[in-house]
């Protein structure tokens, strides 16, 4: 009895080891899935991580290209702005300063006046002359005698100007008959920027290919 007792429950120990190392070797089984599930997430849920920071760090560096680049439009067209203000303001100191020399205002309306007028006076249109509201005492008595002719038989004037102190800034105008020369500060720097405005701009291009390209 006391054999089949002990049998009983060697074979009940048996019995237990083995399901106790089944039941283990389940759980292990079962814990080694669950481990290579939450890996398998976790590594999914890192890569879905580093996608979306590489997406957004792409979209950064387009958007901060696209800040940069708009920058340095913003800056070329305010370097464009500053330089053709810089060189409107030179050409005017300059322009105003020799217009405003009256030994040079003479030979210059001299030789204007000879040059477009000469046919014109023979026809007797009438010439006006506007010039600096400041300088007609320097200009008008000699305006007078330098257009002012004589008919050789008559002895009677058959050309004189009417001179107009009228002029705000520094430069001549003529008006015969229905034409008007005005040789002014704006007119003068006017023409003068629209010559070397367009070499400026080149430049500026220019200067500024390289960096695009470096971009």
């Known amino acids: 009895m006391a054999q089949t007792i002990d049998a009983f429950i060697s ?10 190392k089944k039941e283990a070797e389940e759980i292990r089984r079962r814990a080694e899935q669950e481990a290579e599930e939450i890996l398998r997430a976790a590594k999914a849920e890192a890569e879905k991580i580093r996608q979306e920071a590489e997406q957004e760090r792409a979209k950064t560096i387009a958007r901060t290209r696209t800040d940069l680049e708009l920058a340095a439009r913003d800056v070329v067209g305010y370097l464009r702005v500053t330089l053709n203000r810089a060189l409107t303001a030179v050409l005017e100191r300059m322009v105003g300063a020799t217009l405003a020399d009256p030994d040079f205002l003479k030979n210059l309306i001299l030789q204007v006046v000879k040059e477009y007028a000469a046919a014109e006076m023979r026809g007797q249109a009438p010439l006006t002359i506007r010039i600096p509201e400041g ?25 004189l100007p009417e001179i107009a102190a009228v002029l705000t800034e520094a430069g001549f105008e003529y008006k015969l008959g229905s ?37």
């Open 11 to 20: 074979r009940l120990r048996a019995e237990g080891v083995e399901a106790a």
């Open 135 to 159: 300088m007609e005492a320097q200009l008008r008595d000699w305006l007078l005698a330098q257009c002012h002719t004589v008919d050789a038989e008559s002895g009677q004037p058959t050309f």
């Open 179 to 215: 034409g008007t020369v005005e040789v002014t500060t704006d007119s003068v720097v006017k023409l003068l920027s629209e010559i070397i405005t367009p070499e400026l701009q080149s430049l500026i291009d220019q200067a500024i290919k390289p960096a695009e390209k470096a971009s």
